[in-house]
């Protein structure tokens, strides 16, 4: 198992090393198929391993080799494959299998073809580190290495300003969240001596909760900028700036859940402080319907989308707050596959928009591109959770664990962004593939993308459709390794009623975004547009705004100051001040050496006369 | 008797000496420095140093003194010199400067612990004394100050000699090749 | 191979020494391969050298002015070790980098040689005022070497450098001298021999005092806030070998110098002065980066930014515990080669343009895709990424310290923010974006010589981030014993408390 | 009538007086060649001073220590000894200056060399004896020698510079000779050793007039040594001699002046007499740290190299004032090593001497002239640049190691402050050392110039002492030991 | 009575003189005569010392000091005749191309 486990992981290494060597070259069909191929190739591996567990295999772990030795310090390059990581593994594998070959289409033009296939692999390599880490430095080392990848497809366009600026934007802030996250594993260390989870999870019922909850605040602050959890959201938005299938896989599907892996890999610790729970809960609620009224009125075809994964993201971190871990994870799954699935047909769009992103510049284009428009239905429908699509059931789940723990405020909150969702996600399909063809108006001409794209979309679709049934399956295998979610008896008998009520907003939802007037002139009219909580939303609470006036530019005024004033004014002229200070001295007081003979002589009466004085009156002191 | 010597010694040679450092006129200076020079070996004519009463004035009027009169009539400052700046300050220096060391000098610093290590004889002359330390203790200074006059010879001599006289200035190259 | 020391400190001054018959043609071979070998000398001491051993070895000792206790005393430990080594390397790349149309190559490769000297000198001294000759005699050579192949203000730049750290360096004498008379009362012997001042126990106001003295020494070298000023002048005027060297090893003089004589020595008050320095340190991180990002010249920017990391590194040696000073040391040698390679990296761009404004450039990733590639691996060690160079001692920096205070690794921490804010803003503004200059098209990607110099220090950084263990494990040896030493030392019982008590007798296996 | 008094010649401890006696003869020699034989080459009697100086050495060498000659006149103690030997190796060295290409002036003379020798010789005995008269007339006779000497150059600066130097002179004997009137109306005695015995027999009373003595004593020795206020004429001597000189005078009558200072002061410093120590303490901060100061805003190496000097004598007078014997030998570490990096850079100076208006209308040395000069004369800037670094105190190079050394005696003495200005004193210093150094080394070079005017004046001669001069200060380390045991072991011997 | 006293007093007072001619004659011949009186000052104290304690020394030191100034007045005069040579005046304000 050793060797599927390794091939799961380096394969990827080896495919962005194979692209890297050609990354300057001009484009070359080969790296894309053997960066794709070696990625299935992984998700083959990792197929294997979970066959492998699911058949009550061992938990497979391995050593590789020593990493950080250091006092008492010590960190291998250690990787489990267990019932969590290989859900991980497969989700990831798969996505990326699916996004590498739909780019090998998408990029096809573009002049940094072989770079981008290095980069997308090598992301995913540091995305399974991730999630097979056996230590919570080597996630961190897939968690960096993957804010790294971001940073570089973010600014993949990187003669785009935008682009570079969004890339910046992303890893700054993630690295603000892994500082939070480094202190957290400061405090793992110094408090259990280790890094390793086993160690360290195996310790955990015997420790202070004070200590605990600091870990647990602080991890989290960690899968904060990772999941882009408020307040450090922004940069997710930004993030569209790259490609597209970047956005599929990193900005959907894999990277920004690992907050959420996270959570549900610290479990244990988790379980022990359920404030900190509580407290995961209410952020992620906030946050689905933060990200949701956003998403109600925003006009760029990705970002709807990427707002909609905060939402989602929200959605996971209420349930892994709430100690449904296995939950988070199943929406986890569910979501990489239909969000990534949305995202690749955005993808379509753009690219039959030639990268026009407004989709009110869209509008009926089902008739140029019905599979792709099928696609994205499929997509939507599984995102409002409609059944029998997968959002369905993982998401009613986490409603009904928000409303089974009493949480009635949070279960309200995602009920109500139940609806939003949906009306969010329909009004884009509704704009972009039904209504008037505007697109016309502005000059585009649109055309189905490759058919390998859409075949290679297509496991997506089905897992889109019906990933939900394996629920029970799903369950039984991943609380191998987690923790059970206990519903109360009283669940059973509401849980119907629940998934009615929240259907039931959904459609609702669906149903203004279809039926209602508004897409047909716009979307929303100009009196709404006008509106303070239009422009509330539309200016995304004011929130990027906010940081710009707050940090961004103080930041940089400061910086100057600080450079021009405090350090060249202050610290070093103090500094020249003392030599400018002798030097002036030296020469103001040169006089003293007239060269007239007389007043040499008259300082020597002069030293011999204060002489004199001195010693009067140390005579007249010491009797 | 003594009283009145030294203190008609006393006010002659402050007289003269106050001549020779306010005078605007070199030769009165000189006159009053000679007189100075003499009315001193008075003085130590009177503290039982009859030679180096003698040497004084034989050295200083018949040595120094021709010496300076003859630089004088070399240098024909027999004319007024001008003397400028009598500041405020250094009169005020100089003042409190003199009046300080001549209030701590009446402190009387002799002391009857002292015994002298090369005490006079009674009943020999003054010069015999002398001569007697002189050639015994004080015979190796005496032959350094032979040497020392030697030197003062020689750098006279070479000073006024006319190789001096070529005037190199500051400017021009030593002696070429 | 018993005066391994004495050839590897000497070797580069006398090669030196017969450079001056060498024909001006030839001096460039002559200089690498005098420096290769020198490197190659170290690679055997490396390789001679028993991890499996705590002390010190390879020690040579003669007395010099024995009624004084001055002696010719080298000896190596986990600690110097790699400071030789990253020194002879360095120095090596740095003279291979020296572009063939420099001015007065020979005597700029000359002089580098004697710079060699006495900075290996630095590391294997240890008797005090041997070490101290050393520390004195290598501004002299980067002396010549920023005012004579620097830019405009480079006299300024070199005064101020020499002063600046030889005032510094004297009040540390004074320090020295103390000490040996301490040592004479306690034992009627003169001796600067450092491992005999191990041996002394002294009385905490002493040692406040004292470790004052040697605090302004080592500080200025450092360069610690606000003591930092000569540092942006020097780099900013020195040529490219002279900032790689300035960074790469002399800043780490300073940073030694605390490992090997304050601490020790002082141990309690290494821990009375922990808040004080932290302080310092964290203002060092954070002002530093802050002014770096107002830069406008980017080796200016590289200069600041080292400031910023040596205050890393200043954190990791006043954790006090083996895994904040060995994670200091590793942070020496890792910022020893990134900021090397950054100074190098822009030392090519400044080569073809003569600026180094930022202003003057943007969009350069198209044009120079390789030069962009091997600098966004630099600027990602600079910024700490994992299974980068720079990751290792910087965690383990941040690690030792929060031993002794969250609040300030957590405000220290931002290290890694403001870190990668000014370098990705760098990166930004020098390659990203179109190119705005139409001249900056037709720059050349990086040539055979700067591959020569650049690709080493690149599979390095990758290397030694992958597996440090080679570099980590005779450190953390070492380490441990000066940690052992300063527990023993340690008066106050808040010293005991905050030196960690190490069990040497695990170490030995 | 007096009784006849026979003395035995043994009692007179004649082999005390021979060293001095060879210095007279050998320049009584000279004058006597000159009677027989008019305008003989330079190069006769440079042989000659310099064969006597060495035979004076070998005497000097010979002397047995702690002895007393000629009715306790002369005293032969280890300081007497050890200031000879450095006094005379100095003089040997710098006499070797007149071995010039360029004719000079003073050298026609032969004069010249006999008042060289006889100058050796008085300081020669203001070294060896503690009666105040003899000092006086040793140091006068000394002192109108080097007046003379000085003139001999024949330049207007030379003369200006002499009568300044005369003329303090003069003052500065008056108040010697105030001095030691009053010292003998309060002990009856002008041994020194007598002296101190009768004021602690008198308790110090009354103190204030034991202060007035002291006061004028460090008038007059002010003077000698340079110390601030008394400094003034430091500077301009040094512009106005020769180089050859000028770096005579930067060590040799210093080396006197301190032998004479530390037999008084720390005579009356160690009888307990605290104020001393107060106003030593003054006087060396302000010496070295206004020296420096002034040194730092000067255009000329010689100006420079002057106040330097100063401020040099002002860390000697620390250890003066320290008074322990580490510090007392730590004075002689000290000055020989100065002795031999001043004579370098001095040397250096006399090597380029060449009278050129055009790098500046007063100066014979501006920086200027130094400018680039490791390009067209690397061998000399290398070496130039050697002994400013020396200077300047970086390691390990000579001076550092007496700066060590007298730090440390300060430091052992607990006087930590003084040593804290000591070193920053250095720091300052080595802005205007390096200023030199900058010019020559990092600055170009005024154009149309070559580099034979660094080598206008140079003979082999010149070069043997450069390569002294350098080989010393390089090697320095390896004789620190060597030297300390000798000068701690005669400092041991006085008992100081 | 005459004590020591007065005699040192006459003395000090005799220095003082000298002193102050010393600092305020720019006549550079005048201003030797100036330290004569030093010189000679000193040695009246000396020997009245000398008388006092009936000790030889003092007028020893005197004789000495005899010598002194008469060595200083050779040296002093030559240097005053070369400067005057040159210059023609022996004006102490002449000597000024030196300074700071």
Known sequence: MELFLYTALFAPLAGSLFAGIFGASPKNIITGLVTSSLIFLSFVSSLFLFVHLYNGGEIVHVEMMDWIMAGDLSVPFGFVVDNVSSTMMLVVTLVSTVVHIYSMGYMEHDKGFNRFFSY????????????????????????????????????????KESATWAANEAFIMNRIADLGMLIGIFLIYWNFGSLQYDEVFSQVAETDTTILTWIGIFLFIGAMGKSAQFPLHTWLADAMEGPTPVSALIHAATMVTAGVYLVIRANELYSLIPEVGYFIASLGAFVAFFAATMALVNRDIKRVIAYSTLSQLGYMFVAGGLGAYWIALFHLATHAFFKALLFLGAGNVMHAMDDELNIMKMGGMRKVMGWTAILMIVASLALAGIYPFAGFFSKDKILEVAFDSNHYILWGVLWVTAGLTAFYSFRVVMLVFFGKERYKDFGFHPHEAHKFMLWAMSPLAVLAIIAGFFEHQFYNFVTGVLPHYNFSEEIHHVVGQLILVTTGIALTGIGIAVFSNMYREGVFSTVLQNNFIYRFLDNQWYIPKIYDEVFAKPYIELSTLLWNRVDVKIVDATVDGIAKFLHTTGEKTRGMQSGNLSHMLRWVVAGFTLLLVLAVVYTYYSI | MEVIAFYTFAIAIIASFLIVVTSKNVLYSMSALASGMVLISGLFFLLNAEFLGVVQIIVYTGAVIALYAFAMIFFDSAKDVKESRRSRAIFLLSTFSSILLVLLMTIPMSSDAVSALYPMHQDVGNAQDVGMVLFTKYLIPFEVAAVMLLVAMVGGIVMAGKKMDRYLGNDKEEISK | MEHILSILIFFPAIAGVLGFLINRDGIRIYAITITMLEFLISLVLWFQFDSSQIGIQFVENIPLIPEFGVGYFLGLDGISLFLVVLTTFMTMIGIVSIPENTKDMRELLLTLLFLETTMVGVFVALDAILF?????????????????????????????????????????????????YLYFQATGIWSFNLLEW?????????????????????????????????????????????????????????????????????????????????????????????????????????????????????????????????????????????????????????????????????????????????????????????????????????????????????????????????MLGAYKKTFFGQVTKEENRKLSDLNFREYATLIPLTLLVIFLGVYPKPVLEPVDKSVKAVVSIMHQKAITEEGKNTIPLIDLSKEIK | ???????????????????????????????????????????????????????????????????????????????????????????????????????????????????????????????????????????????????????????????????????????????????????????????????????????????????????????????????????????????????????????????????????????????????????????????????????????????????????????????????????????????????????????????????????????????????????????????????????????????????????????????????????LNSAIAAYYYLKLVVHMFLKEPITGRDGSVYMANASTSLKVVLGIAAFFTIASIFFVSPILDFTSFYMAMSGF | MITLEDYIVLATLLFMIGLYGVIVRTNLLMLFFATEIMLNSVNIALVAISNYYEDLTGQMFAFFIIAIAASEVAIGLGLLILWYKRHGNIDLNTLKSMKG
Request: aromatic share 16%.
């Open chain 3, 198 to 422: 191990y041996r002394l126990q002294l009385p905490v106001d002493y040692q406040l005092w004292l470790f004052g003295a040697f605090f302004l020494g080592f500080a200025i070298k450092v360069p610690m806030f606000p003591f930092h000023t000569w540092l942006p002048y020097a780099h900013g005027q020195a040529p490219t070998v002279g900032s790689v060297i300035l960074a790469a090893i002399l800043l780490k003089m300073g940073t030694y110098g605390f490992i090997r004589f304050s601490l020790p020595l002082y141990p309690d008050a290494s821990v009375y002065f922990i808040t004080p320095v932290a302080i310092l340190s964290i203002i060092m991180v954070i002002y530093t980066a802050m002014v770096a990002y107002a830069q406008k010249d980017i080796k200016q920017l590289v200069a600041y930014s080292s400031i910023s990391h040596m205050g890393v590194v200043m954190l990791g040696i006043f954790a006090l515990n083996p895994e904040g000073i060995t994670g200091s040391i590793f942070l020496m040698i890792s910022h020893g080669i990134v900021s090397g390679a950054l100074f190098l990296l822009v030392g090519v761009i400044y080569e073809r343009k003569h600026t180094k404004m930022m202003s003057e450039f943007g969009g350069l990733a198209s044009v120079m895709p390789r030069y962009a590639l091997i600098f966004g691996i630099m600027m990602m060690a600079s910024v700490g990424l994992p299974l980068t160079i720079g990751f290792v001692g910087e965690f383990l920096s941040f690690v030792g310290f929060y031993k002794i205070s969250h609040v300030m690794t957590i405000l220290g921490g931002t290290a890694v923010i403001v870190g990668a804010i000014y």
């Open chain 4, 1 to 423: 009538m007096l009784e006849k008094i026979t003395i035995p010649l043994e009692a007179l401890n004649l082999p005390t007086l021979i060293p001095m006696l060879i210095a007279v003869a050998g320049g009584l020699t000279i004058l006597v060649v000159d009677l027989f034989k008019k305008d003989l080459d330079k190069s006769l009697y440079i042989v000659l001073s310099i064969l006597f100086l060495t035979m004076d050495l070998g005497a000097v060498f010979d002397l047995e220590l702690n002895q007393r000659g000629f009715f306790n006149v002369m005293l032969i103690d280890g300081i007497a000894v050890i200031s000879q030997i450095v006094m005379i190796i100095a003089s040997g060295l710098f006499i070797l200056f007149a071995f010039s290409s360029q004719r000079f002036h003073e050298y026609r003379y032969p004069e010249f060399f006999a008042l060289f020798l006889f100058m050796t010789a008085g300081f020669q005995f203001m070294v060896a004896s503690d009666n105040l008269i003899l000092i006086f007339v040793g140091l006068e006779t000394a002192s109108l020698s080097l007046y003379t000497m000085m003139v001999l150059h024949n330049k207007d600066k030379s003369f200006e510079a002499a009568i300044k130097y005369f003329t303090m002179g003069a003052m500065a004997a008056g108040f010697y000779a105030f001095s030691a009137m009053v010292f003998y109306g309060l002990t009856g005695s002008v041994e020194l050793y007598k002296i101190f015995e009768v004021l602690h027999m008198r308790g110090f009373e009354p103190m204030i007039l034991v202060l007035v003595a002291s006061i004028a004593m460090l008038v007059s020795f002010g003077f000698k040594l340079a110390v601030v206020p008394f400094h003034t004429w430091g500077p301009d001597v040094y512009e106005g001699s020769s180089a050859a000189l000028a770096g005579y005078i930067s060590v040799v009558p210093k080396v006197a002046g301190f032998v004479v200072v530390i037999r008084i002061f720390e005579g009356l410093i160690n009888l307990g007499i605290d104020w001393i120590e107060y106003i030593l303490y003054g006087i060396v901060v302000l010496t070295m740290t206004l020296a420096n100061i002034w040194a730092l805003v000067q255009n000329d190496v010689k100006r420079m190299l002057a106040y330097s000097s100063i401020s040099h004598a002002g860390f000697v007078m620390a250890a003066i004032m320290i008074g322990t014997t580490q510090a007392n030998s730590g004075i002689f570490l000290y000055w020989i090593l100065f002795a031999f990096t001043n004579l370098g850079a001095f040397a250096m100076l006399w090597v380029s001497h060449k009278r050129d208006a055009k790098y500046h209308e007063r100066f014979d040395h501006p920086f200027e002239k130094f400018s680039g000069m490791v390009r067209l004369m690397p061998v000399g800037a290398v070496m130039m640049g050697l002994f400013m670094i020396t200077l300047a105190g970086v390691p390990p190079f000579s001076i550092f190691w007496g700066k060590v050394y007298l730090i440390s005696s300060a430091v052992n003495a607990g006087y930590i402050v003084l040593a804290i200005i000591m070193v």
């Open chain 3, 132 to 180: 101290y000759i050393f520390w004195e005699l290598s501004l002299v050579p980067m002396l010549y070497i920023i005012g004579h192949w620097g830019g405009e203000k480079r006299i300024y730049a070199s005064i101020k450098f020499f002063l600046y750290t030889f005032a510094g360096s004297l009040i540390m004498l004074i320090g020295m001298l103390v000490m040996a």
């Open chain 1, 120 to 159: 997308l692999s090598a992301f995913v390599f540091s995305m399974m580190v991730l999630v097979m880490s056996d230590n919570f430095l080597g996630l961190f080392i897939g968690w960096e290495g993957v804010g790294l990848c971001s940073w570089l497809l973010i600014g993949f366009w990187y003669h």
